[in-house]
């Protein structure tokens, strides 16, 4: 019945085709996040007609960013950080004169001991990242650390798992070591050391992205979730969940990993007719990272009061634990704002995720105490709010970003293949350059995505 449906719907004539203001929509895009948006701008400005459908009420995908009348500085609930410099994005901060200010401050760690400055024990965990290689066959993390660290200390041990399943949103057992080596290395080309905010809310780029490149602009639909994609060669139809269809003879899907893996019962899933069977091995060699932040806002900056042995934490940066849940926070510095982030990722997320706000933000609280040594109840009554947003109960995203298992640090590439000239993908989880994961990334995606439908 499906297959009659879809041969039917594919025999109408060309000039059947959905149309926007009398003209034919050459591509759709799925996705209005970073990827998306950037292709739809490329697409227009090379003089295409483009419609963009958003299952959600707001542009920006995984940058979420709130601006609240009772607060006087952004409140980021997804990306925050510029890792490095990615001319994506320094290209857009100089285009539109948008600020980026450089992340400062100084470490602190708390591991098993009162809290004090970091000591070299990240240096030498630098130093054991730099002997990663692959011999012979692809391998975990783990298996790397259990083999060919046997004579680097435990706790630098201890750190570089902790490391790789907190950047990564990862399983140290699972995630590929080639693609860590990659991911390294295309760091080191941007200078990935040095990070950056963007002043205003990362939410800054996302409009600009947003705006048109040229006097054609994309037709941007917000709310119009996509159920079911029915494509065959030069012919590609969309139906959303409000009965919709969209027609167009291309499109890109920017649509993130967690929603493209969902189960056909899943409320997020989206149904390709024919299957995509072509990019099943790739969906197999990539996970979608879990992670649960919780930005506190607190009525004063407390802790730059605070002494250990004699040292201020006026300049804390960034505060390295080992809680089992909330191991790693950070400062707004430069900004002296009365803000602390708590960051779960990978493991620790999945046993946050899908709980109520008041049970998260109750686990961060009694994390912060315990790595302060500071009364649950003070602290308590220092908060002024808290806010957070769960990506893997969000049914557009279904998780934070992606990473590669073992064996599948080239499935990101094979996602990256268009198929039959027709259905093209972008977002971070296709990024071919070792930038996945990031929004630069995923700004590269769309770029390469909508060349790849220009060049013919």
Avoid at 32 to 43: D, S
Avoid at 146 to 152: G, I, L, Q, S, Y
Avoid at 388 to 397: G, K, L, P, V
């Amino acid at each position: 019945m499906i297959k009659l449906a879809m041969i039917s719907s594919f025999k109408r004539s060309r000039s059947d085709v959905a149309r926007r203001d009398g003209r034919q929509i050459d591509v759709l895009v799925i996705g209005a996040g970073a990827a998306g948006l950037t292709a739809a701008r490329e697409l227009t400005a090379g003089g295409l007609t483009v419609t963009v459908l958003e299952g959600r009420s707001r542009v920006g995908g995984r940058i979420f960013t709130r601006h609240l009348p009772s607060m006087p500085f952004p409140i980021e609930l997804g990306a925050e950080f510029v890792h490095g410099e990615p001319p994506e994005i320094l290209d857009v901060v100089r285009t539109a004169k948008l600020g980026a200010r450089r992340v400062a401050g100084d470490p602190w760690c708390r591991h098993g001991g009162p809290l004090g400055r970091c000591a070299d024990l990240y240096g030498q965990t630098r130093q054991l990242f730099d002997r990663m290689s692959v011999k012979g066959e692809d391998r975990s993390f783990q298996d790397f650390i259990d083999r060919d660290a046997r004579d680097v200390s435990q706790p630098v041990r201890q750190r570089a798992i902790a490391y790789v399943e907190g950047f990564n949103a990862a399983d140290a057992r699972r995630i590929s070591l080639a693609s860590l080596i990659g991911s390294r290395d295309a760091d080191r080309s941007i200078h990935a050391d040095a990070q950056y905010r963007i002043a205003g809310g990362y939410d800054r780029i996302v409009e600009w992205l947003a705006r048109p490149a040229a006097e054609r602009r994309p037709d941007l639909r917000l709310r119009a979730v996509v159920r079911a994609v029915r494509w065959r060669r030069g012919r590609v139809e969309v139906a959303t969940e409000a009965g919709e269809v969209f027609r167009a003879e291309r499109a890109i899907v920017t649509l993130p990993l967690g929603v493209l893996r969902a189960a056909p019962s899943e409320p997020a899933a989206v149904r390709f007719v024919p299957e995509i069977a072509a990019k099943r091995r790739a969906l197999q060699g990539l996970e979608m990272g879990s992670v649960i932040r919780v930005t506190l806002v607190f009525r004063e900056r407390f802790w730059e009061r605070m002494t250990r042995d004699r040292r201020a934490l006026r300049n804390l940066g960034f505060l390295f634990t080992d809680h089992r849940l909330f191991p790693t926070w950070w400062s707004t510095l430069p900004a002296r704002e009365p803000v602390l982030t708590a960051w779960a990722a990978g493991r620790r997320a999945d046993e946050l995720s899908f709980h109520a706000k008041a049970t998260v933000t109750r686990h961060a609280l009694a994390a912060l105490a315990e790595a302060l040594d500071i009364d649950e109840r003070r602290l308590r009554s220092l908060l002024r709010a808290a806010h957070t947003h769960d990506w893997q109960a969000d049914r557009f995203s279904r998780g934070a970003y992606s990473w590669a298992v073992v064996g599948g640090a080239n499935a990101s590439a094979e996602l990256a293949e268009p198929l039959d000239r027709t259905l093209f993908f972008a977002g971070e989880a296709t990024d071919v350059t070792g930038h996945y994961g990031t929004v630069h990334g995923a700004i590269a995606s769309g770029k390469r995505a909508a060349a790849q439908i220009l060049s013919g």
